[in-house]
Structure formats: structure tokens, C-alpha cells
């Protein structure tokens, strides 16, 4: 569909499609909840919406689903959800079972908030449970309350890493708040991985069994500045015209980040049970409030200027009632 405007998808069971299930572009108040979608042959789902040049939210929201099984005909960036533009809400979703990644998200100002996210980039190398990449100018998306569970398996073909969010090339200006990653670290990507990009805030997360909590890839200065200089990036650029007054009075840090160092902020951060909270930390990386442990504390509230996160119960799409209807559905 392609301008679906006030249009609901509740409660179906979509599955067995040899390419993509649902493909919904410029999806403007819609609804999409409490659906069974398994068993494709590339993505369960892409969807987009909003204005990101006038910054009008998409109102549309992607809510309480069950994605598993993506990839049969290409088991690399076939991810659960791949979604886009401004504004979008992905939240209380169940993704499992993915070789590749659960969200690719790229746009502005979407809430990724209480998905509970396990077993998946099964066979994917440089990737994540959520992949971003390429352009410095997706910002302002939050990743909030989520929680992330045996990302990646390891093995000899993972040459890079596996990780429970991955902020690729450039990736900048946005918030990683909650979260729990357990066993979300392989290879030299920590649970939450940064390749290059600016102004990202690593807050509030608790790292269970992971090798590293947060890995840097830094790029040299020169190299940074020649990146925003490639055709490609140029036009990510102008498609915002993100050096024109309204961008940039939404997004002040912009107009100064081709010459910032990479200062992402990681702070009040819980690490149990790994190697190391970080891997080749960046110089200019703005940290404080950490705390590493052994053992899990008997109350995470005890930690000085940790938030109590909440209760796994909260986390997913619990009792959902059209997503109940969907699963009895989906035996027939």
C-alpha cells in the first residue's frame, strides 16, 4: 500500500509470502497490532511514514506483534521490521528467531520502547538486533525499556561482531535509555555498538553477559570530514536540507558535528558478568557513573544513580487481546 492513511491491520496472521509480508509506504495514522507474521522469504514487514523534511510525526504505530522467521530466500538483511521516516511507534512487539536483524530503523523521532527482542542475528556478521546505518542525520530515535536476549551466536564466520543495537557509519544524536542486554555482545561489537557517529547517549542500561557493554569504532578526523564529503552522504544531507534553519534549530549539534570528536556519552550504566564494560573506548567518549559487577545486585535500585528498570512482565506483548486471537489463529 502506498499513502494508507487511518487504515488498521489488527489481529491478522500474515505468513508463508515468498518476498515481503507487508510493505506499507507514506503509512499516515495507521494501526498495526497484535499480528502473527512468520515465514517469509525476505522482511516480515517495512513500513514508513511522517515528513521528515517538516517534521510531522507519521502517528503510526506498530504495536504488540509476534515476528518470527524471516529470510528464507535471503537470510541477510531480512529483518523483522524495517521502518522509516519520522515519528513512527514500535513498541511491546515479541521478535524471535531472525537470522538478521530484528528493526532496521532509519528517520527521525521514532520510539522503539518495551520489545522484547531474543534469538536473533542468528547468521548474520556486522549487524544487530537493531540496525542503523550511513546517515548522520537519523537522529532523535529512543530505544527505551527494551529488552534484548542472545543476540548473535558467534562462530567462525563472524569476522566483526554481533550486537544488540548497532549505530553503523555515522549513526548520531540518539538516546538508548532501560534496556537490558543479555548476552548481546560477540565478537569485538559490545552490546551496543558505535561506529563513528556523534552525540549518542548510552544511559540507564543494564549488560548481562556480555563480552563487552559498549564497543567504539572511531574513525581519524580526516576521515570523518572526507565522509560527509561522498556524493552519497551529500544527498542524505540535502534530502533534509539538514544545514537549513529548521533542521538545525532542531538539531543544533549538527552544524558543528564534521568537526566534533566522537563524544558519544555513556553513563550510570550497569556491566555483570563480562570481559569489559568497553572496547577501544574513544578518547573523546563523555563517561561516567559505570559500575561493573561479579553478580547481579539483589536490588539494581541500590546502585547510586541507577533507574529501576521495569518489570520483565511489562516487556513485550503480554495479554494482548487481539494478538491472543491472532496466535489461536494461527494453529488452524
Known amino acids: 500500500m502506498v499513502g494508507a492513511t487511518d487504515v488498521a491491520f489488527e489481529g491478522c496472521v500474515v505468513r508463508d509470502f515468498g518476498g515481503t509480508g507487508f510493505i506499507l509506504y507514506g503509512a499516515n495514522g495507521c494501526s498495526f497490532r497484535g499480528n502473527v507474521l512468520h515465514t517469509f522469504g525476505h522482511k516480515a514487514a517495512e513500513i514508513n511514514g511522517g515528513d521528515r523534511r517538516a517534521f510531522r510525526s507519521a502517528g503510526t504505530c506498530i504495536v504488540a506483534n509476534d515476528v518470527s522467521d524471516t529470510g528464507h530466500a535471503m537470510r541477510t538483511y531480512s529483518h523483522g521490521f524495517a521502518v522509516g521516516g519520522y515519528g513512527l511507534e514500535i513498541a511491546r512487539n515479541h521478535m524471535h528467531d531472525l537470522p538478521s536483524s530484528a528493526f532496521s530503523v532509519g528517520g527521525n523521532e521514532h520510539l522503539v520502547a518495551s520489545n522484547l527482542v531474543e534469538n536473533v542475528v542468528l547468521e548474520s556478521d556486522d549487524q544487530g538486533g537493531v540496525d542503523m546505518w550511513g546517515d548522520p542525520t537519523f537522529r ?193
Open 140 to 332: 532523535g530515535n529512543r530505544f527505551i525499556h527494551n529488552i534484548w536476549r542472545n543476540v548473535g551466536r558467534g562462530g567462525d564466520y563472524v569476522k566483526c561482531g554481533q550486537a544488540g543495537i548497532r549505530f553503523d557509519d555515522a549513526i548520531s544524536g540518539n538516546y538508548v535509555y532501560g534496556n537490558r542486554f543479555d548476552n548481546c555482545s560477540r565478537g569485538i561489537f559490545g552490546g551496543v555498538q558505535i561506529h563513528a557517529g556523534r552525540d549518542n547517549v548510552i544511559r540507564n542500561n543494564l549488560f548481562v553477559r556480555c563480552r563487552y557493554g559498549v564497543s567504539f569504532s572511531e574513525w581519524p578526523m580526516a576521515h570523518w570530514r572526507a565522509y560527509f564529503k561522498r556524493p552519497g552522504t551529500q544527498n542524505y544531507i540535502k534530502a533534509v536540507d539538514a544545514y537549513g534553519p529548521a533542521f538545525l534549530a532542531k538539531y543544533p549539534e549538527f552544524a558543528t558535528t564534521v568537526d566534533t570528536p566522537m563524544n558519544d556519552t555513556v553513563e550510570y550504566n550497569i556491566f555483570v558478568g563480562g570481559e569489559s564494560l568497553f572496547a577501544r573506548k574513544a578518547a573523546a567518549a563523555k563517561v561516567r557513573g559505570n559500575v561493573c559487577l561479579e553478580k547481579m545486585p539483589e536490588d539494581l535500585a541500590s546502585v547510586p544513580g541507577f533507574d529501576p528498570l521495569p518489570p520483565e512482565s511489562a516487556i513485550g506483548p503480554g495479554a494482548d487481546p487481539l494478538l491472543a486471537r491472532a496466535r489461536a489463529s494461527n494453529k488452524h
